[in-house]
């Protein structure tokens, strides 16, 4: 089964920066797109961040100069750097990853931005 393993969550201090990762258990090139969802508590699930096969990365409005998203293709894996972190970043990121068949989800990680 597709499995997506993520990191690097936790408590950072606003202006702060976290870096997440999501492992994918097969070719990451088996996967179009790949990103990052967030869910905070009381409000939607948001998609921040998309990297997909061919054409330009996504970023939701909110978060553009200061996420980047990226690809190691040799580790299957994927990345958000998040700079500049602002509490209202505050959410559960939820790693994703699409076939042609179903979206698969990590199990999210928390990042809390508080002082």
């Known amino acids: 089964q597709v499995q997506l393993v993520e990191s690097g969550g936790g408590l950072v201090q606003p202006g702060g920066s976290l870096r997440l990762s999501c492992a994918t258990s097969t070719n990451i090139f088996s996967f179009d797109p790949v990103g990052w969802y967030r869910q905070a508590p009381g409000k939607q699930r948001e998609l921040v961040a998309t990297f997909p096969r061919v054409g330009s990365r996504y970023y939701v409005d909110s978060v553009k100069g200061r996420f980047t998203i990226s690809r190691d293709n040799a580790k299957n894996t994927v990345h958000l750097q998040m700079n500049g972190l602002k509490p209202e970043d505050t959410a559960v990121y939820l790693c994703?990853?699409?076939?042609?068949?179903?979206?698969?989800w990590g199990q999210g990680t928390q990042v809390t931005v508080s002082s």
């Open positions: 994703y990853a699409r076939d042609t068949l179903t979206t698969y």
